[in-house]
């Protein structure tokens, strides 16, 4: 695992930090029991177009939180523009989030993890 798990991405009215490697496995753990599954799990479905509303919202969720953001402004923040918006860019978000969590980054310079490059790691390069 690479020191950076985080993304910065605009969700709702600014920038926020997503990430779901923040404090140990934490998030992720949380994931696991929020989805009934291992993360990896999650990961492929929502790469594969199969997720479920409650993979994404879940991996947000919990990205946020994992970023920074208080449990209670998490909250809000779903409610407010999770529920109000088109799921596909949620989808590409969450995709991303996860994408960070299982290759992660060097540095700040280095570019965000694609979602192609976590597939490989997740499939052992069978993307």
Known sequence: MSDLTHIDEFFGDSVKRFDLH?????QLMELNEKLGEGPLVTFRRIYSGQWRVQDIREVLRLGLI????????????????????????????ALAVMSAAIVGRKSEEDPAPTAIEAAVVVTGGDA
Request: cysteine-free.
């Open 66 to 93: 994992g970023g920074g953001t208080t449990p209670a402004e998490a909250h809000k923040l779903m409610t407010r523009y999770f529920e109000r918006s088109p799921l596909g860019e949620h989808a590409a978000l």
């Open 22 to 26: 923040a404090n140990g496995f934490d």
